[in-house]
């Protein structure tokens, strides 16, 4: 009873350790003094701006500008205004497709006693996507730029040049950061640059991405500001992600610098629901708290940070900042080899296991990471909702429930495997990951995932749990799994191998001081109860930050590893079949019940809309229109939307997007279409002129040519698209007025056809208007729109 009395006290301070850990400052006041952060300060400019959706080349995005601009002003800044163009293209994960717009940024300068040192520079993007406020993304962030400006004003003069850079066009491609970095003479005087994001409206704030050679800048961070949440984990795995920031435009240009965002509450991230009044306060001081202690730091520095080498870094539970260089972590890892080691000899000094058990220990691991994944793979198959940002917004507008969900199997399934090696019934076990591989494939075949980490386990389970093991083998082998694993991602990963190189040490620790858990009476329960405290709540920050990043539950498994190496003493009861065994099977029954409750549950309401994504598709050269919904599943709305002119609804490829859509036929009518005329130029190349028709503000081109061809520029603006024979490539030109070239370089003769979708923010006039929306839905990015499509062929 003691083991489960202390195993249940870890779970609880441990739930305790990581909640506290993830809440925000509270937020100070409007007369708060002037030297610090201001939450409610930068609030208001926030409701200043921010109130509408002003996506780049809007009416609203204009008076954003000049909104913003006024503030500058008034902060002593000097704003200028810089029209151009900007150009974003991703080859490495698209080829064919580059985005782009003319953009206006906002730059001022406060300027520093010595105006040749490199500056700093400070930036945020003023607009928003189509069909949302963009309080948080990233309102926030120009809010919080100006307030840190403010205060750093009260502190005197700054050693150099504060460049504060508020672009624009960030949402249709980093635009904004492209004409900037690549064009404005300010550019070549910046050398560090602090951004701000974000990606949902509450939660805590993290640096989460440097530039690779970071000692310096994370050196100055880490003595600014101790607790910045921030890991060097997080910084990795964004680099193989496809996401980008302006601090993608500004890392690629070389310069050093920090990345700030927060994620919280990503249901009201690029949605209507992101206003003022959803912004989390404490959240907002979070971001001040955070950035302006690092960037008085830099600004008044005589020199900026140097870069040498990469750094490992990342929070303690209780949040402070650790950091060191990449071979350091060889050392951690060398000490947890010989404190596990250490606690092994000293248990076969007090009572011998056999070394089998070390394989059984590891193999029960595994056992729980497949059964794990298998299991969560199932139950979010069993929510109902598929892959996607508009499908993943179900669970969005019901987080915590399902958060919940995930945690409670996560638990259970780890308690499980640990418990169930002092029992040794292999058949018994094995099931589990079994069925629930087989469940989830049923529910989606298309999905492997679940069945493949199902056969893993249930095959792992006959192997491992033939016969009992005993507690200080099997935790014993539960350490070498982890340092085997962490061995692999310090020499692939070096500045990720934290994330179990840390864990791994600290219960290797507790193993060197209960002899691997053999220790009888009180003291050694509560002192392996203190460990498992502290390594859950590490493991649960993590479980917390994987779940908010990614749909992808069987990234849960990383913490699962984490939580078993400290939990595992334990969570392993004794021999035969007490009722503390029964603790895992019982969280896994409540994960699944909170499960149910999630796919059952209605989440959306006037706070949590659903989404509609409805246009008026007019086709110019089949003289034919649509009703469309590019929503993968739809409300009674939209059904009312798309029957409004009697048609069936069936499926179409509308536009240039790939997919199939809903669509029901509806009546046409004439509207003003591009206009797209072909020259050649001086150097031979050929030029395609394309000015949309009034109100067009986006413009998508597909470009197919029957010989080689090449993209060389976009309103004059360098790039490289190539154009295979009978290939395509895609350009989308946001705030497209008056009108944009594209530069072709052709491979010799042949035949383009340019097709076009013009999409006009408005539903048209000529058709039966949209119903009144209930409350409780909202339109998304380019909703109630008139696309008009057509297409033009050229030769050359």
């Known amino acids: 009873m003691g083991r489960l009395l202390a195993l249940i006290g870890a779970l609880i301070a441990a739930g305790l350790i990581a909640w506290w850990d993830e809440q925000p400052p509270a937020p100070q006041p409007a007369n708060a003094p002037a030297a610090q952060f201001s939450a409610e300060r930068a609030l208001t400019d926030i409701r200043g701006f921010a109130s509408v959706p002003h996506p780049v080349g809007s009416d609203a995005n204009r008076q954003s500008r000049d909104y913003v601009m006024r503030r500058m002003i008034a902060l002593g800044l000097s704003p200028r205004v810089t029209p151009g163009a900007g150009v974003y293209a991703r080859p490495r994960f698209a080829a064919n497709i580059i985005s782009g717009g003319y953009v206006q940024n906002l730059v001022g300068v406060l300027p520093g006693r010595d105006r040749n040192a490199p500056a700093l520079a400070l930036m945020a993007h003023y607009d928003s996507v189509p069909s949302s406020p963009g309080a948080s993304d990233d309102a926030a962030g120009v809010a919080s730029t100006l307030e840190v400006v403010r205060a750093i004003e009260t502190k005197g003069t700054p050693t150099r040049d504060i460049v504060v850079v508020i672009t624009d066009g960030e949402e249709a491609g980093l635009l904004g950061a492209d004409a900037f970095f690549r064009t404005d003479p ?65 890392k690629a240009a070389g310069l050093p610098g920090l990345n700030y965002a927060f994620a919280g509450r990503q249901f ?341 809309p659903d989404m509609t994504d409805v246009i008026y598709n007019l086709d110019q050269d089949a003289r034919k229109a649509w009703r469309v919904s590019f929503t993968p599943q739809r409300n009674a709305w939209t059904t009312a939307v798309l029957t409004a002119d009697g048609g069936k609804i069936g499926k179409k490829a509308s536009g240039l997007r790939d997919q199939k859509a809903d669509a029901a036929p509806a009546p046409y009518f004439d509207a003003p279409a591009p206009q797209l005329s072909f020259a050649k130029d001086a150097a031979g190349d050929v030029v395609l002129h394309v000015v949309p028709p009034p109100d067009g503000r986006v413009v998508d081109l597909k470009l197919t040519s029957d010989t080689a061809a090449t993209v060389t520029a976009a309103a004059g603006v360098p790039v490289k698209l190539p154009i295979k024979p009978r290939g395509d490539a895609l350009i989308r030109w946001s705030a497209a007025q008056p009108g944009f070239d594209v530069t072709i370089h052709p491979g010799g003769p042949g035949k383009l056809t340019a097709f076009y979708s013009v999409t006009i923010e408005r539903w048209p006039a000529q058709a039966k208007p949209l119903p009144p929306r209930p409350q409780d839905v909202a339109p998304f990015d380019l909703s109630d729109s008139t696309v008009v499509e057509g297409s033009r062929s050229f030769s050359w």
């Open 186 to 250: 300010l550019a070549k005087h910046v050398g560090f640059v602090i951004n701000m994001e974000a990606r949902g409206s509450a939660g805590r704030v993290q640096m989460f991405q440097t530039a690779p050679k970071n000692d310096g800048a994370i050196a100055l961070m880490k003595a600014a500001s101790p607790r910045t949440v921030a890991s060097s984990l997080a910084s990795f795995i964004y680099e193989q992600m496809p996401n980008d920031t302006d601090f993608s435009v500004s």
């Open 268 to 608: 009201d991230y690029h949605s209507p629901s992101s206003t003022p009044a959803a912004q989390d306060p404490g959240t907002l001081q979070d971001m001040g708290d955070e950035v302006l202690p690092a960037a008085t730091a830099l600004a008044f520095a005589p020199a900026l940070p140097a870069a040498a080498q990469p750094t490992v870094y990342g929070n303690l539970p209780g949040g402070f900042l650790l950091a060191y260089p990449p071979v350091v972590g060889w050392l951690v890892l060398a000490a947890a080899a010989l404190l596990t080691a250490w606690g092994a000899i000293r248990a076969r000094r007090t009572d011998a296991f056999p070394w089998l058990d070390l394989a059984r220990g590891a193999g029960a691991a595994v056992f729980g990471l497949a059964t794990g994944a298998a299991v969560m793979v199932l139950a979010r198959k069993a929510t109902g909702a598929a892959a996607g940002y508009i499908e993943q917004r179900f669970l969005l507008a019901q987080s915590p429930r399902w958060e919940a969900a995930l945690v409670l199997l996560a638990v259970g399934v780890v308690l499980l495997a640990a418990a169930h090696t002092a029992r040794g019934k292999r058949w018994v076990i094995a099931a589990l990951p079994l069925a629930a591989g087989v469940a989830a494939f049923a529910l989606d075949p298309a999905d492997k995932a679940g069945l493949i980490a199902g056969a893993i386990g249930a095959l792992v389970a006959l192997a491992s749990y033939g016969r009992p093991a005993s507690r200080p083998g099997a935790w014993t082998g539960v350490l070498l799994l982890g340092l085997l694993l962490a061995v692999a991602i310090q020499a692939y990963a070096p500045t990720a191998a934290s994330v179990l190189a840390w864990p791994l040490a600290l219960a290797a620790l507790a193993s060197a001081l209960t002899a691997a858990g053999s220790h009888k009476g009180a003291g050694a329960l509560v002192l392996l109860a203190v460990f498992a405290a502290v390594g859950l709540g590490f493991a649960g920050s993590l479980a917390h930050a994987a779940y908010i990043s990614l749909d992808l539950v069987e990234l849960l498994c990383l913490p699962m590893l984490m939580a078993a190496m400290v939990v595992w003493p334990l969570a392993q009861t004794e021999e035969g079949a007490p009722p503390a065994r029964l603790l895992g099977p019982a969280l896994i029954l409540a994960g699944l019940a909170v499960t149910l409750a999630v796919r059952f549950n209605q989440p959306y309401d006037a706070r949590h």
